[in-house]
């Protein structure tokens, strides 16, 4: 015995006459036509790729709304350091002018 056959377990070994008679039932007269096959087939590849396609255009429509939702953020962000940033300015300008006209009134009582 020679070929792959011989290292299968004994139980699924093929005989000389079982394996050429399996190979015939395989080859003759299929019960479908190689046509309906293929076109069985495609439409299981077609089925396949319509899923995977699905998911990525979700996937897609899911990353522009999180683009989306990142652009507003950083415009909200960006406009709350500036009204900080205003605020801050507006708090130094009213210490400065509280700090001296505090020195002007110590300066006229003393």
């Known amino acids: 015995m020679a070929g792959p056959e011989a290292y299968a377990p004994p139980s699924q070994r093929a005989g ?5 008679a399996v190979l015939r039932a395989q080859t003759a007269e299929p019960n479908q036509s190689n046509e309906t096959v293929h076109g069985n087939l495609d439409a ?9 396609m699905d998911e990525i ?8 709304k999180m683009r989306e939702m990142l652009r507003k ?6 406009r709350e350091i500036t ?6 300015q507006l708090s130094v300008s009213s210490m400065k ?3 001296d006209s505090l020195a002007a009134s110590k ?3 003393a």
């Open 83 to 88: 009204g900080y940033a205003s605020l801050s």
């Open 107 to 109: 300066r006229r009582s």
């Open 16 to 20: 000389g006459d079982a394996r050429v």
């Open 57 to 64: 255009d979700n996937v897609i429509h899911e990353l522009e």
């Open 97 to 99: 002018a509280i700090s």
């Open 44 to 52: 299981l590849i077609r089925r396949v790729a319509a899923t995977s």
């Open 73 to 78: 953020e950083g415009e909200r962000v960006s």
